[in-house]
């Protein structure tokens, strides 16, 4: 059993990650730190991006690894505390040929696996695959989560070709890779030398022969309003022949249409015959890398503030849960219980600020209603005087 757990070790985790120096990109920084608000200041830690409008290229080696006939299980934890409104937040593998100081968005990888957020429309788990030198995107669509605090993806792939997906410990997806991503052409294809025959009839309905088109049945869809009267000053030479407004003809009846009766030579819906794709072939082993020995991270932010911790890699699916309990579970009550009392404080505060702004203005015009009364007794007393 294989379990990679120290990519974040906090006293060691500059020295650990390589950031990239592919040119023609503003690379954003990462920092160490817990955030705003947390269960626990160390055992949150994290690094975070902190400048908007960045590239992030970072990426962390470790001893190579095939999963052959083993699960391999990708996970860790991510909290978008900054509300994130367009950005990624998901991890690569890759294999032991990366460049790590040139990784940038082109760099072949193994695995993607993570969360991608872009304003209302994109709030997606990405789950892609390389396969013969392919990125197969997953053919579901699974919701990730968008609120501001940290959450738990998990990432199961298995020796049988299945997998599954888990956020914050409950399954969310799973199924076979065969039938979820284009790794294969179809089993199955049209016969290409059949067709539908010449005198094959589908119709399930038909115009009646029968039917005829009533003789009345033909009535302008407008007629002028026989109500309507000329308006006395209207003048012929000046407005012009004056007509009557149109209205709807309540004797209009649309579009004739003979009715349907059962056809009588219908045969159903042509099937188009299959035959077995001559190019399938089965791949039994889907799932496995030879090499595998490199998790980066590699996005694109708008808004900085998201924090990665906690990034494992395991062939064991019941370790990565209880260490899933282990961090995240054991801070998740006491972090939104913190920013909970930030937001209360937060409205205390703008509560009282509001309160002495209202008892500065009900100051201020008390002085200006003094200053006013005080204004309108010296007039009195200077005409008095005079």
Known sequence: MFRILDLLVIDKWEKRWVQSEHKGKEWGRFDLTAGKFFGNEELNKGIQTSQDASFYGLSAKFDAFSNE????????????????????????????????????????????????????????????????GKNLLINKDIRCKDDIYTHVYTLIVRPDNTYEVK??????????????????????????????????????????PDDTKPDDWDQP??????????????DDEMDGEWEPPMINNPAYKGEWKPRQIDNPNYKGQWIHPEI???????????????EICIVGIDIWQVKSGTIFDDILVTDDPEYAQEFAEETWGATKDAEKKMKDNQDKEDRKRTDEEAKKTKVNEVEDDEEE????????????????EL
């Open 69 to 132: 006939n083993k699960p391999l299980v990708v996970q860790f934890s991510i909290k978008h505390e900054q509300n994130i409104d367009c950005g990624g937040g998901y991890i690569k593998l890759f294999d032991c040929s990366l460049d790590q100081k040139d990784l940038h968005g082109e760099s072949p990888y193994l695995i993607m696996f993570g969360p991608d957020i872009c304003g209302p429309g994109t709030k997606k788990v990405h789950v892609i695959f390389n396969y013969k």
């Open 369 to 384: 209603e003094e200053e006013e009364i005080s204004e309108a007794n010296e007039e009195f007393h200077e005409h008095q």
């Open 221 to 234: 869809e407008y007629i002028p309003d026989p109500d309507a009267t000329k308006p006395e000053d209207w």
């Open 276 to 290: 077995d794709n001559p190019e399938y072939i089965a791949d039994s082993n889907l799932y496995q890398y030879s």
């Open 167 to 208: 956020i914050d410990n409950e399954k969310v997806e799973s199924g076979e890779l065969e039938k979820d991503w284009n790794f294969l052409p179809p089993k199955k294809i049209k016969d290409p030398e059949t067709k539908k025959p010449e005198d094959w009839d589908d119709r399930a309905k038909i115009d009646d």
